[in-house]
């Protein structure tokens, strides 16, 4: 006889945490301070609070592999009673609603708990104070994966004398500094390309990183919403009518969902064949079905609202590059909302050029999904084939080419390829998108390439001219006994004249093109 048990799902997720992205001590690494980061962010950023980020990384261990991972933010802080949950029980989150986040289940702080305990056996430390709280609270914690329940191995709370509020974090993991170093170099860099607006200082065994705050401006927070019609299955309706107090049908569908009114549902339940004074819980499991097919299938509906969307916009998108890539020009655009299978999302792009930008034979392509950047699987994104697609040489760009690619998606559901989270799978709508950004951003790029060579064609002109003034003046002073200087002045005019530029024009042109390298030397050195 076999004897047959149930996993709990905290156990079931430890044994499994290579789909969280934990799948070796280098790896492991890198996702943890991507998971303190953007928990980090989301903590401020979305309160309207500017992040200020302190990350520090040191090696405790150096024959077993042991690193300590530090991370501390200036954020909302989580109430002294929710501490012990929200890292010690899988599955326990503040995001479980319409609107774009960064992580969706709240399952990856809970990922980097139970890894640390599975290969050091330590407990997290945590410190937090809650907005205007007037307490600190610490505590040791881990997880029983048996039970999906934390473990409170140490609790302390003090007096917070000068209303600190934010979150810090500690743990002690297995990981790989050395061959994880590089992965978090760059996760950090491509953060603060997507969220200029955060400070992020970084130390390291041999390294550190200041990447300052480039400007107070925060993008849109996202607002919490109602499930479009097309986006639901069965489950989910089954879920909604059971919390649906005794609504008919009508009063379920005007009252659950997003932008359906009366007018919209009426129409739509007599097209389905539904009764809209039925009460909801009297339906039967095919009626269930039936009524979410036919959502999928009705083309009526509004379009899913924006308004539970944080695009970061294009202004931030080419202040961030430019400074962290040091192009010498960059031009980023934002998409209007579209939707895949009721679930909104839009598109942005930008193309980076010159600078210091290294000469490549391809684009280098920076993804992103709810400003979180992709480094892994990018052969398997959608934005790599549109990229390699796309038709440069209709923009003026002849390879190898000093460019850099940038595309985020933001969306209420991401439509990832793998359960790693890397990459993003080709849906039409999405991929559509991302092919008209770039387009829209690479004709902004075409119009500059055109004006710079225009530029260069004058100053090429105006030099070749310019090069037989003091011959010319010289000699026509000879022969007309007039002064050589005021001559050649004159020449010097008429040959501006002829080229509709002036050398001051042209100088500042020069001078305004090295700028931005200049710029990116001084973050470098940082």
Same mark, same amino acid.
């Given at each position: 006889?076999?004897?047959?048990?149930?996993?709990?799902?905290?156990?079931?997720?430890?044994?499994?945490?290579?789909?969280?992205?934990?799948?070796?001590?280098?790896?492991?690494?890198?996702?943890?301070?991507?998971?303190?980061?953007?928990?980090?962010?989301?903590?401020?950023?979305?309160?309207?609070?500017?992040?200020?980020?302190?990350?520090?990384?040191?090696?405790?261990?150096?024959?077993?592999?042991?690193?300590?991972?530090?991370?501390?933010?200036?954020?909302?802080?989580?109430?002294?009673?929710?501490?012990?949950?929200?890292?010690?029980?899988?599955?326990?989150?503040?995001?479980?609603?319409?609107?774009?986040?960064?992580?969706?289940?709240?399952?990856?702080?809970?990922?980097?708990?139970?890894?640390?305990?599975?290969?050091?056996?330590?407990?997290?430390?945590?410190?937090?104070?809650?907005?205007?709280?007037? *307490?600190?609270?610490?505590?040791?914690?881990?997880?029983?994966?048996?039970?999906?329940?934390?473990?409170?191995?140490?609790?302390?709370?003090?007096?917070?004398?000068?209303?600190?509020?934010?979150?810090?974090?500690?743990?002690?993991?297995?990981?790989?500094?050395?061959?994880?170093?590089?992965?978090?170099?760059?996760?950090?860099?491509?953060?603060?390309?997507?969220?200029?607006?955060?400070?992020?200082?970084?130390?390291?065994?041999?390294?550190?990183?200041?990447? *300052?705050?480039?400007?107070?401006?925060?993008?849109?927070?996202?607002?919490?919403?109602?499930?479009?019609?097309?986006?639901?299955?069965?489950?989910?309706?089954?879920?909604?009518?059971?919390?649906?107090?005794?609504?008919?049908?009508?009063?379920?569908?005007?009252?659950?969902?997003?932008?359906?009114?009366?007018?919209?549902?009426?129409?739509?339940?007599?097209?389905?064949?539904?009764?809209?004074?039925?009460?909801?819980?009297?339906?039967?499991?095919?009626?269930?079905?039936?009524?979410?097919?036919?959502?999928?299938?009705?083309?009526?509906?509004?379009?899913?609202?924006?308004?539970?969307?944080?695009?970061?916009?294009?202004?931030?998108?080419?202040?961030?590059?430019?400074?962290?890539?040091?192009?010498?020009?960059?031009?980023?655009?934002?998409?209007?909302?579209?939707?895949?299978?009721?679930?909104?999302?839009?598109?942005?792009?930008?193309?980076?050029?010159?600078?210091?930008?290294?000469?490549?034979?391809?684009?280098?392509?920076?993804?992103?999904?709810?400003?979180?950047?992709?480094?892994?699987?990018?052969?398997?994104?959608?934005?790599?084939?549109?990229?390699?697609?796309?038709?440069?040489?209709?923009? *003026?760009?002849?390879?190898?080419?000093?460019?850099?690619?940038?595309?985020?998606?933001?969306?209420?559901?991401?439509?990832?390829?793998?359960?790693?989270?890397?990459?993003?799978? #080709?849906?039409?709508?999405? #991929?559509?998108?991302?092919?008209?950004?770039?387009?829209?951003?690479?004709? *902004?790029?075409?119009?500059?390439?055109?004006?710079?060579?225009?530029?260069?064609?004058?100053?090429?002109?105006?030099?070749?001219?310019?090069?037989?003034?003091?011959?010319?003046?010289?000699?026509?002073?000879?022969?007309?006994?007039?002064?050589?200087?005021?001559?050649?002045?004159?020449?010097?005019?008429?040959?501006?004249?002829?080229?509709?530029?002036?050398?001051?024009?042209?100088?500042?042109?020069?001078?305004?093109?090295?700028?931005?390298?200049?710029?990116? #030397?001084?973050?470098?050195?940082?």
């Amino acid at each position: 006889m076999y004897a047959y048990e149930a996993l709990p799902v905290a156990e079931w997720f430890r044994r499994n945490r290579e789909l969280a992205g934990f799948h070796n001590p280098t790896r492991a690494l890198y996702q943890t301070v991507r998971e303190l980061v953007e928990n980090s962010l989301d903590a401020t950023e979305t309160y309207g609070i500017l992040p200020t980020i302190y990350l520090r990384i040191n090696i405790e261990d150096e024959q077993k592999s042991w690193v300590s991972v530090y991370a501390e933010d200036n954020g909302i802080g989580i109430p002294g009673a929710e501490i012990p949950n929200v890292f010690g029980r899988v599955f326990y989150s503040s995001k479980y609603r319409i609107k774009q986040h960064r992580g969706v289940f709240g399952l990856g702080l809970k990922m980097v708990v139970l890894y640390a305990q599975s290969t050091t056996n330590k407990p997290v430390y945590v410190r937090s104070a809650a907005l205007k709280s007037d *307490k600190i609270y610490e505590y040791q914690i881990m997880i029983d994966t048996n039970s999906n329940s934390p473990i409170i191995l140490d609790r302390k709370e003090y007096p917070n004398k000068y209303r600190w509020h934010g979150t810090a974090v500690k743990v002690y993991l297995e990981g790989s500094w050395l061959a994880a170093k590089k992965r978090i170099e760059d996760y950090l860099k491509r953060t603060a390309i997507i969220a200029p607006y955060a400070e992020i200082a970084f130390k390291g065994p041999d390294m550190e990183l200041w990447l *300052k705050r480039r400007t107070t401006k925060l993008p849109p927070a996202p607002k919490e919403g109602l499930p479009h019609p097309k986006s639901v299955d069965v489950d989910t309706l089954k879920q909604m009518v059971a919390e649906s107090r005794g609504m008919t049908l009508l009063e379920f569908l005007m009252e659950s969902f997003d932008a359906v009114g009366e007018g919209t549902a009426k129409v739509f339940l007599e097209w389905a064949g539904f009764n809209p004074n039925m009460k909801v819980t009297a339906m039967t499991p095919e009626e269930m079905v039936k009524l979410v097919e036919k959502m999928k299938q009705y083309g009526g509906w509004r379009r899913p609202r924006s308004e539970w969307l944080s695009p970061v916009g294009a202004e931030l998108l080419e202040i961030g590059a430019k400074a962290i890539l040091g192009a010498e020009a960059v031009f980023a655009v934002t998409r209007k909302p579209e939707s895949y299978g009721g679930h909104p999302f839009i598109v942005e792009a930008a193309v980076a050029w010159g600078g210091q930008i290294p000469p490549s034979d391809k684009p280098v392509l920076l993804r992103y999904a709810n400003k979180i950047p992709l480094l892994y699987d990018e052969g398997a994104d959608v934005a790599r084939k549109v990229v390699d697609e796309f038709n440069w040489q209709n923009y *003026k760009v002849k390879f190898p080419a000093s460019l850099a690619v940038i595309i985020h998606v933001c969306s209420t559901k991401i439509p990832y390829a793998s359960a790693g989270k890397e990459a993003i799978a #080709e849906v039409p709508e999405i #991929e559509k998108e991302m092919r008209l950004a770039l387009r829209d951003a690479a004709k *902004k790029l075409r119009l500059y390439l055109s004006r710079k060579e225009k530029e260069m064609e004058m100053f090429n002109r105006y030099v070749s001219l310019a090069k037989y003034v003091d011959e010319i003046a010289h000699n026509l002073a000879i022969t007309s006994r007039l002064d050589k200087d005021k001559l050649a002045k004159h020449l010097h005019k008429l040959i501006e004249t002829k080229i509709g530029l002036t050398v001051e024009e042209l100088v500042k042109h020069t001078l305004s093109l090295s700028a931005a390298p200049q710029e990116a #030397e001084e973050t470098a050195a940082q």
